[in-house]
């Protein structure tokens, strides 16, 4: 695969990789709800030439949902140019075919469905129905975070994440999914054998999702019960955006 670690990354702690602002609860997380951290020192070591993922190393650079038509300052020269060469309408912004074609690679190839789902966290809020070069500048950011864990917890240098794998890499960050619901998740990318595993962008996918529906059902568990009350609306409006992207 492409080099993935072209740019030097930060010292990873387990951590749950951002979400936009408009999906966090901006709580502190509770008792119950986080996994304690690992022991200070514990590092992962730096994955061979051969074990990589076509996407740069998390850039240290603030942003943000806002409009417009510029990358933060700092933002990678190959992110720049990720951007540029699928816009090839010059509009500054870019559609889920021309994000997929970005996130693609000849080794690995985004599912549509993996990149509606993006386009859904990290759209631009005055054209929902694209991403400008903030919004892409986050995403790149945090699926560099993504793949450090994909990395970490791919024990097997298979490639893919099976089911011990994924629980415990969201374990990792916080989140204590009992293993029907792993099951769940893996059911869905159940290949034409039957074997269940994840490749790296079904990962993300499945990622983004606990964590999206866990910073939601938060904002409704005031007082950290693990249990909440739903409308019936509210209900709809906080499952289906995730599970029809």
């Given amino acids: 695969m492409s080099d993935y670690g072209r740019y030097p990354a930060p010292n990873y702690a387990p951590s749950a990789p951002p979400m936009p602002d408009s999906y966090s609860a901006g709580r502190p997380p509770p008792e119950g709800y986080a996994h304690p951290p690992p022991p200070e020192g514990y590092a992962h070591p730096t994955p061979p030439a051969s074990y990589s993922y076509p996407y740069p190393s998390p850039w240290a650079s603030g942003a943000g949902g806002a409009g417009g038509s510029y990358f933060p300052p700092g933002t990678p020269p190959e992110v720049i140019r990720s951007f540029q060469a699928v816009d090839r309408d010059r509009s500054g912004f870019i559609e889920e075919s021309e994000l ?3 996130l693609s690679s000849a ?3 985004f599912s549509i469905r993996t990149v509606r789902l993006l386009m859904f966290l990290f759209k631009n809020p005055n054209k929902p129905s694209k991403m400008g070069p903030v919004e892409f500048a986050a995403l790149w950011g945090c699926l560099g975070q993504w793949q450090a864990i994909f990395y970490r917890f791919d024990r097997d240098r298979s490639g893919k994440i099976d089911s011990v794998e994924l629980k415990d890499a969201l374990m990792s960050l916080g989140y204590a999914v009992p293993p029907s619901v792993i099951q769940v998740l893996i059911s869905n990318y159940t290949d ?9 962008d079904n990962f993300v996918e499945c990622g983004m999702i606990v964590k999206g529906l866990t910073e939601k059902f938060k904002e409704k568990d005031t007082r950290y019960t693990g249990s909440a009350t739903f409308s019936y609306d509210d209900f709809l409006l906080m499952i289906i955006p995730f599970i029809v992207p």
């Fill in 100 to 102: 997929q074609a970005a």
């Fill in 107 to 109: 080794n690995h190839k």
């Fill in 192 to 200: 034409v054998y039957g074997r269940g595993a994840l490749n790296f």
